[in-house]
């Protein structure tokens, strides 16, 4: 495979005789079925747009886009290869949360900036948010996204690690922190501690970042606690441009192997835990519930492991508490109905207070 990335990136053909050399019969081939009616490849490739109804400068992404590596992670060259690749390509590259450096803005490719619990780029010396820094940073014209990280599929439940001897006068500058000393993020964010604050602090970023697109990435774990979020987003009002879902098999800089082997939901399972039927409720309503798919998972490359949903009206597309439920519940068998009114009690779970 790495030889013909590398003859397509001359231009050359890269074409194979014979067919595949794969067991197509073994457990976990993965394949996409063809449609009966090709029809002609777009003259531009196709485009998602990521914002709601709050967001004043909404963005058309590609459906692949490079997923989140830090600067730290990764080297410099490297930053500077992937958004070269993404200016030429016309996607997008997430800066991951070891903030933005020169590196990511030197090609001019799309930027998603992500921030995490180091609030690395737009922290103050006691490493709280500083928002007067991120709302510079985010202005910058490359930023086309601004995406919170909670935490992260090959290690959730524990913040990133930096080793000292890592922690160049480079790394330093871009990540506001000491030179030479370890950097250890916490697990958890300073600024908000319930969904409603969860909720507030991204419609807060968002307005900092001047209307543009804001949402939150998660390696999904408890139903209850993101259908608490959903919740949340409908009594705040507010809602976030875009979730990214990151799958347990997704990949690091840095974890203990325990954590990359055995704690987080699977992409496919992380996927569903939000979803309520969102297609049936959908048309119920007769619209639209679920926002574009922009980015499903490329396994065992760095280029994906993500969904981005547009968030258009999180009770439709969460089924937080939707009309028709009460009525098809009738129709239920009582096995489908203990299950209903399961969700439903879960969807109405009170929230803590703020
Ligand atoms: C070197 C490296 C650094 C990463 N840094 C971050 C990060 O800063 N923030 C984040 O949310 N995810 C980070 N990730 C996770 C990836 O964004 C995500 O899990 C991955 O794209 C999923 O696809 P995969 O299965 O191909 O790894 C990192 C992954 C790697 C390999």
């Not at 992500?114 to 928002?131: H, L, S, V």
């Not at 949402?215 to 209850?224: D, K, T």
């Not at 499903?296 to 280029?303: L, Q, R, T």
């Amino acid at each position: 495979m790495r030889s013909i990335v590398y003859e397509r990136a001359k231009g050359t053909d890269a074409e194979e005789p014979y067919g595949t050399e794969r067991d197509v019969y073994q457990p976990g081939y993965e394949f996409l079925i063809p449609s009966m009616a090709p029809c002609p490849v777009p003259e531009t490739p196709p485009r998602v747009r990521i914002g709601g109804p709050d967001c004043s400068r909404p963005y058309d992404m590609a459906l692949l886009n490079v997923s989140a590596m830090s600067f730290g992670s990764l080297s410099s060259n490297a930053i500077l290869a992937l958004n070269g690749g993404a200016a030429a390509g016309g996607f997008a590259h997430d800066t991951g949360e070891g903030g933005l450096s020169e590196y990511h803005l030197r090609s001019g490719g799309d930027l998603v900036w992500e921030i995490g619990t180091g609030y690395f780029g737009c922290r103050t010396q006691d490493g709280e948010f500083d928002p007067g820094e991120f709302a510079d940073k985010a202005a910058h014209d490359h930023v086309k996204c601004v995406s919170l990280k909670l935490s992260q599929g090959a290690k959730p439940g524990i913040g990133g690690v930096l080793p000292g001897a890592k922690v160049n006068a480079e790394i330093a500058r871009v990540r506001d922190v000491p030179e030479g000393r370890a950097v250890i993020s916490s697990p958890y964010h300073q600024v908000f501690s319930t969904p409603r604050e969860l909720v507030r602090f991204i419609a807060r970023m968002r307005e900092l970042s001047g209307g543009k697109p804001t949402g939150f990435e998660l390696c999904p774990g408890s139903r209850l606690q993101f259908l608490a979020v959903c919740k949340a987003m409908l009594e705040e009002g507010a809602a976030p441009d875009f979730i990214i879902v990151d799958g347990a098999e997704g990949g690091t800089g840095a974890a203990p192997l325990e954590f990359a082997d055995h704690v987080g939901t699977p992409l496919t399972e992380g996927l569903l835990t939000g979803r309520a039927r969102p297609q049936a409720v959908a048309r119920e309503q007769g619209r639209a519930a679920v926002g574009p798919v922009v980015v499903v998972a490329v396994e065992d490359h760095p280029v994906a492991g993500l969904l981005l949903l547009h968030v258009p009206d999180p009770g439709v597309l969460f089924g937080a508490s939707h009309p028709g439920s009460s009525h098809s519940r009738a129709r239920m068998s009582p096995a489908r109905r203990v299950i209903f009114d399961r969700k439903k009690s879960a969807c109405s779970a009170t929230l803590p207070a703020g």
